[in-house]
């Protein structure tokens, strides 16, 4: 009995990775190490190890550390049954009998989270619509002019239809002229700045490589938020920057936002907490991505699932081809 529409979100809240396994006849043969720790051999592969496969029914996710990776429920039955996110989506809803109401906002359902969590995610917005600085209309005219057929955005490796959707362009005047100007939003979709990045490698105007507005603060928004979210059911792709962002969205994942520098803010934070429950961090190879890679393992490790994509040494995602970026978050 499929439904003719899933909130997934709301299904991973609904649904206890313990009963899943208990549908699938393999809760048996786990043993409980600890209060919410559940571990055996790996049913998706029919592990010998007796440990690689761990639950932590508390968060609802699994992991199983020999090769089969980890995720939620939405993940073990794709894994289980190798099919889609629809078809487990599908399968979970008619075995626990679950209905899905779509509300009004934005046509879409609204999560379901616990009390916490939504004194969490409210208070974090809050903070934002307080302390983030809006654009100040003198400096929100010229986006209305920008020229998105700039030769720097091609030579990016940007096609007109990712440079229409993120609203970009070589800016002709106010104060990011001679830049290209990035519209930057908040988790609601309210533009709150945009950054000009120079056009050319030449920066001896003193001004560096990015321009902010003056007061901006970056570490109150995650870039892209307000689109990625509505993907946000697949987990987010964390990238560091702007053209990170760019090129992991044009390679067919729009549900990539970026930190715009390499650093995790505790307002930062708070967003991704509240927007999923699975992160890949795809950071540039070198020192500052993988401290930032330290960082978020370090402060996210406990509360949501991490997924390392490895990078070489000094590559960095706005330099990967599509096909390569697929392949590292296939």
């Known amino acids: 009995m499929a439904t003719r529409w899933i909130d997934f979100t709301e299904l991973k809240h609904r649904v206890s990775i313990r009963d899943v396994l208990m549908r699938y006849g393999h809760l048996d043969r786990l043993s409980e190490k600890k209060p919410g720790k559940l571990a055996g051999a790996c ?13 932590d029914t508390e968060k609802n996710i699994f992991n199983c550390f020999s090769q089969c990776g980890g995720g939620n429920i939405l993940d073990l039955v794709m894994k289980i049954e190798k099919c889609g996110i ?4 599908e399968k979970l809803s008619e075995w626990f009998e679950l209905r899905f109401e779509r509300k009004k906002k934005n046509g879409a359902a609204e999560p379901t989270r616990s009390a916490a969590e939504t004194r969490e995610s409210a208070a974090a917005r809050s903070q934002m619509r307080v302390d983030a ?8 005219r010229p986006l209305r002019d920008l020229n998105p057929d700039h030769p720097y955005l091609a030579t990016r490796g940007l096609m007109i239809p990712t440079i229409k959707t993120f609203g970009i362009g070589h800016c002709t005047r106010g104060l990011m002229r001679g830049r290209i100007a990035i519209p930057i939003h908040d ?16 920066t001896s105007d003193g001004i560096g490589k990015y321009r902010l507005p003056e007061g901006f603060k970056k570490s109150f928004v995650l870039f892209d938020l307000h689109r990625a979210k509505e993907f946000a059911e697949r987990g987010l792709v964390v990238v560091e920057g702007f053209f990170d962002c760019f090129k992991v969205h044009q390679a067919g994942f ?10 995790l803010s505790d307002q930062q934070e708070q967003l991704l907490v509240a927007h999923t429950d699975r992160l ?11 401290k930032c890679l ?15 994509i490895h990078l070489q040494a000094g590559e960095q995602p706005d330099c990967l081809t599509e096909d390569r970026i697929r392949k590292l978050l296939s």
Request: hydrophobic share 35%.
């Open 133 to 140: 600085p809006r654009v100040n209309p003198p400096l929100e």
């Open 294 to 308: 330290r960082d978020f393992y370090g402060r996210l490790r406990k509360r949501i699932y991490l997924r390392e």
């Open 187 to 202: 988790d609601q979709g309210v533009l709150v700045a945009y950054a000009g990045r120079a056009a050319k490698e030449d």
């Open 254 to 263: 729009p549900n990539v936002v970026a930190l715009m520098g390499s650093t």
């Open 280 to 290: 890949a961090l795809m950071f540039d190879g070198d020192d500052a991505g993988t």
């Open 43 to 55: 049913p998706i592969h029919s592990g010998k190890n007796s440990t690689s496969f761990q639950v």
């Open 86 to 89: 629809r078809e487990a989506g």
